[in-house]
């Protein structure tokens, strides 16, 4: 079965910096578009940032615009979030997730375009 297991998540201080990555286990991944969601306690789950595999355009949720940068290293199946200027507001728990759709940009931003989750990586950022 088709996995993503995503690590890097830890505690940081405001203004510290993070990477995530995140491994899929098979080679088909390659022709999917990756997305990272966050849900902190009591809220919702939301768009962090996704990466597309054709054009590898990128998109990013308006927190986290200028701070976080998604990247990917398709030989070796990992995707990366690199968070830089962490903020006390950025604590969650990071999902990584992908999707083999290809389509209206708008459909990234939702989680339910994605079909295959990792298992989250908890990220604590203090003040």
């Known amino acids: 079965q088709d996995q993503l297991v995503e690590s890097g998540g830890g505690s940081v201080q405001a203004g510290g910096s993070l990477r995530l990555s995140c491994t899929a286990s098979?080679?088909?991944?390659?022709?999917?578009?990756f997305g990272w969601f966050r849900q902190a306690p009591g809220k919702e789950r939301e768009f962090v940032a996704a990466?597309?595999?054709?054009?590898?355009?990128?998109y990013y949720g308006d927190s986290v615009k200028g701070r976080f940068t998604i990247s990917r290293d398709s030989a070796k199946n990992v995707v990366f979030l690199q968070m830089n200027s962490l903020k006390r507001e950025d604590t969650a728990v990071y999902y990584c997730?992908?999707?083999?759709?290809?389509?209206?940009?708008?459909?990234?931003?939702?989680?339910?375009?994605?079909?295959?989750w990792g298992q989250g990586t908890q990220v604590t950022v203090s003040s």
């Open positions: 990466q597309t595999w054709i054009a590898n355009s990128v």
């Open positions: 997730a992908a999707t083999t759709f290809n389509g209206d940009s708008s459909y990234y931003y939702q989680g339910g375009t994605y079909a295959c």
């Open positions: 098979a080679p088909t991944f390659r022709r999917y578009t």
